[in-house]
T-cell receptor, first 110, second 113 residues
Framework: EDQVTQSPEALRLQEGESSSLNCSYT??????LFWYRQDPGKGPEFLFTLYSAGEEKEKERLKATLTKKESFLHITAPKPEDSATYLCAVQAGGSYIPTFGRGTSLIVHP | DVKVTQSSRYLVKRTGEKVFLECVQD?????MFWYRQDPGLGLRLIYF???????EKGDIPEGYSVSREKKERFSLILESASTNQTSMYLC????????????FGSGTQLSVL
């Protein structure tokens, strides 16, 4: 049973077309929610950590938000170089091991 | 920046061979992890280690073992490679327990024929 579900699986956008990626989780005692970016043929690269509902983090065109049930990664006016797979992971309860979602593959067309 | 180095980017092995995947981190991190990544299945944890000579099973340890003789090095061993172990293998490290921001290597794409 998935504890972390990402949607959509794939997303195609035109350059400049803003959108959001979703990460919903069904865990108790959230300790942290992580967003990573993964380029083809490379390992994931850390973007953000969110700890509590209402928290927001921003980096360039990306903004991550957190509620009690889900997180959104908002992409404002994306560029082709934002094309990548975005992974969400949660750390919860007594475990310090993050559980990953299956990712959203984003393609931004020029 | 932390650097996590995996010894091979691509590896081709035969069924039944013993395979060693090596990972080295250069920032004195306590924790090290091995994941495999398959299309549609995401990242799945094989083994992790909180300290030298300590190891814990992850979600899919069957067919794998690990070794951590030095703090900076974490090895994944496939005792007898099988075709269903064809996958992308990712090593990661984190500073301490409770600080699970992970730093990943570039991955090893293993093909077992």
């Amino acid at each position: 049973e998935d504890q972390v579900t990402q949607s959509p699986e794939a997303l195609r956008l035109q350059e400049g077309e803003s959108s959001s990626l979703n990460c919903s989780y069904t865990v108790s005692g959230l300790r942290g929610l992580f967003w990573y970016r993964q380029d083809p043929g490379k390992g994931p690269e850390f973007l953000f950590t969110l700890y509590s509902a209402g928290e927001e983090k921003e980096k360039e065109r990306l903004k991550a938000t957190l509620t009690k049930k889900e997180s959104f990664l908002h992409i404002t006016a994306p560029k082709p170089e934002d094309s990548a797979t975005y992974l969400c992971a949660v750390q919860a309860g007594g475990s310090y091991i993050p559980t990953f979602g299956r990712g959203t593959s984003l393609i931004v067309h020029p | 920046d932390v650097k996590v180095t995996q010894s091979s980017r691509y590896l081709v092995k035969r069924t039944g061979e013993k395979v060693f995947l090596e990972c080295v981190q250069d920032m004195d991190h306590e924790n090290m992890f091995w994941y495999r990544q398959d299309p549609g299945l995401g990242l799945r944890l094989i083994y992790f280690s909180y300290d030298v000579k300590m190891k814990e099973k992850g979600d899919i340890p069957e067919g794998y073992s690990v070794s951590r003789e030095k703090k900076e090095r974490f090895s994944l061993i496939l005792e007898s490679a099988s075709t269903n172990q064809t996958s992308m293998y990712l090593c990661a490290s984190s500073l301490t327990t409770g600080n699970e921001k992970l730093f990943f290597g570039s991955g090893t794409q293993l093909s077992v024929l």
